[in-house]
């Protein structure tokens, strides 16, 4: 050897050398290529065999990306790769990339490899997580898939909720004639329940009866879940009946598919009969029970379905399920206090911890519900308990004191509060704003409160402005006012809350005053339903709500429920319909709700406009319909003479469910009595306590007054008139008025004079039965009586809207611009009335005057002619013109517009202050009975 260097090699050889390296002793015959250099060469000489080594390298090293390039390389060489080489191919995929399996997969279709069993098998349990792969394995292989095969392929689609797929794959294992186990229906029902079609279990279950296949408990159970979750409950039920042994997963399941549906009568049957049975309830199901019967409760409480809910609490504890104070607290925030107060009694005999918040809840019932006994009975138990009371809780207690009424104790509680905090201060205000009276000691308080160092909030300040409104003190509002105006800071609700205050005091200047200096940016919401509210409280114009409502729209707000019916309210009040057909059209669906449809038909009603008012009772559906809408659909029915539809909503109502309440009731009376049915009215006023458990009130003995003295039955209605109330008393006054009884109607004005002797409107009505009768004297002597005291007559108005704005007239007025004109063109109308067969009855003119056509001209003169003649001069031929009056219509008024009515084929609805009259082709609907 002539190199001494190989000694050592010899001696302690170096086999990583000799694997990995190449070295001088034996050269490169040693040396392993890397896996980039055997692809390398192999992509200079495809084969299929080195391809297949290669794949299964590839597979062993994870190496997804050679593995391709093998695949393309072999494919580019123009050789179709071999069952063996997909089987590889698909190994590496299905391990390392899944997203390649569809593409393998088609390659073996359109080559017509046709995959060995491992490699099928490995294809079928990929497709759980891809329903196109499963798809295709379906169709390149459904001649040579086995039971499992198709089991796991119907789980896919199952589970994907693949309806289509699902029934292919069975009809294909139908004409393969295999033959379904038991395990197969298993797995297919545990993983179809999604499954749209809801023939899908029926099918199932007759093929299983097909099949030869006995049910088991866990497909048993299966096919009851399968039923339930296509929405065939009573098919459930069959399986669950027909079964001839339940054990507890079969009852947990069946229970399970009920308490879903919140079906107490059937959960509480299959608890009474699992009762009856052997077998012991466990965690699982106990759970079930535990949540349903938990949750139905807590609904029912919320949907004050008391009785259910405390039959639903009972079996709770029958079930011994541990209830928490969580429970409690929920269940008791839903409860009358009564009520509550029983579950708070069981919840201290179960030792149920009870923390800060359920007393809060428990005070904050009491108060929502102002009662007074539960209060002071939780208070009792809360000083027992000895539990220290924080400031909020403290707070709560004083508010619930406040809102019950029981001011001492409220007194006494505030002072015992020792960290009082802006909270406190302002709860006890709100205390002295509950009744009148209290104007110093609120004033007091803010004094203290600002010695302790509390700054004036907005709560403080709003209930410092109640306290002035309520106590009609506009000194101490108009110094709060100015405080307020110097203080930094002020919220918006302090000045919407004094809009309200000024307009409910009268104010309304400054109200629009206030309104008009806060500037846009800071106005809300509440701000401009405050203002509109305060047009509603002092009847303004209709023109000054609608300005307000359309800056509110142009400002970015959308009116909320209470504004659309405070515009409505104020429409009705003034009579402008042409404003209600407007806005009504521009009233959003979402806000056609109970009350604001219930305020459409009122002001529909009070506009005259009967069919639009039927037409939005008839419009809503029952769930919208309340008392309030039966009650002014009756009443409108009867202002409009319709006594038989008013009778049949007041029987709708009762097949509805309401029972009617005092309104409806004195509307169907006041309905009988214009009709001149005085024995139907006592009818109904003699059922009121037997029928419908409600004590006639003073409206009610007034309605029977005036019914009997409409029909002249005068005797009968004095029995009606209560001896010190005055209504009563000129109820029947003007019943003699109707009938010219001048005794009867002394009796009724010294008896008012007694009650009321600054009202002028008994001696109004006496002079006209005086002047009517002739006793010219004696009318001059009560009205001489009647100056000497001071007392004015209220005049005569009449007003109606053309073209959006009101014009308003009274009695031999001469302030109109148009009055000229209108004189001008009542000479024409009484020449054409004449000419008709109309008679002027001057028996209605209850003043003396020289000559009948000093009386006729009289009777032009007042103040429904004034506006109907300017209605026809400045309206389009053949509308409708409708009418207020604050008074009474004559008689010769009444007959007057009759005639109007055919001779310019005009309907007229003129609304006295009793009823409306809709006169039309020569007849009124009150049939001559004003």
Known sequence: IADPSMFRLVSRPNTTSLVHKPNRWFGQCWSVPSLPQKIKDFEEAPNKYRATTLLKECGRSGDLQSALSIYQSLKASNQTPDSFIFREMIDVARKFGRSHLNSLVDDMAKMRVKPDDLTRGWIVRSATQDIQLGRSILHLESDRLNLLDFTQLIQSFGRNGSWEDVKKTLELMHQRELKPDLRFYNAVMSSCKNIPDSTFPAMIHKQMISDGIALDNISRNNLILLYAQTGDVQAARRVFDDAPVHDIQTWTTMISIYSKKGDLPQVDALLQQLRSSPIVINEVLRDVLGRFYSDFALSSFESKRISEGMSAFTTLRTLGIHINTQFYTAAMSNLPPSHAFHLFEIMRQDGTYIDDYTWHVLFKQCAAHKSLVVLNQYYQLFLDSKVNSTTVLSNMILHAFVKCGDLQTAISMFRAIPNKDATSWSTMMSAYTQEVGHMEDIMQLLHESRQEGIQTDDYMWNNLISACRINHNH?????????????????????????????????????????????????????FTAMLAGYQLVEADALCAKLVFDQMRDHGFEPEEYAWTILFSIFGSVGDLNSMQQYESQLPSKHKTTPVLNSLIGAYGNCGAYQDAVRIFSKMTDTLKNEISYAQMIHIHGNFRNLEQAEETFDAMKEKGFMPGSIAIASLMHAYSHKLEPDKAEELFKSMHTLYQICPNDDHLAILVDAFGRSNRLAESLKYVSKDNVLHWMTYLGACRLNNCISEAKHATENIQRLNPNDSANYILMANIQGKLGLWNDREKTLASMRNQGLKKIPGESWLYVDGKRHVFRANDVTHPAMTEIRQFAKEVLKTLRSMGYVPDVSWVTKSLPSEEAKIEHLCQHSERSAMYYGIMNSKPSSTITIHKNLRICGDCHTHTCFMSKAYNREFRIRDAAVWHVFKDGQCSCGGNY
């Open 475 to 527: 000194d101490q509002l108009n110094a709060i006012r100015t405080e307020i105006e110097q203080t930094d800071q002020i919220s918006i609700s302090v000045w919407n809350g004094l809009i309200m205050a000024y307009a409910d005091l009268g104010r309304l200047e400054v109200s629009e005053e206030i309104f008009a200096k806060i500037p846009n940016q800071n106005r809300n919401l509440r701000t």
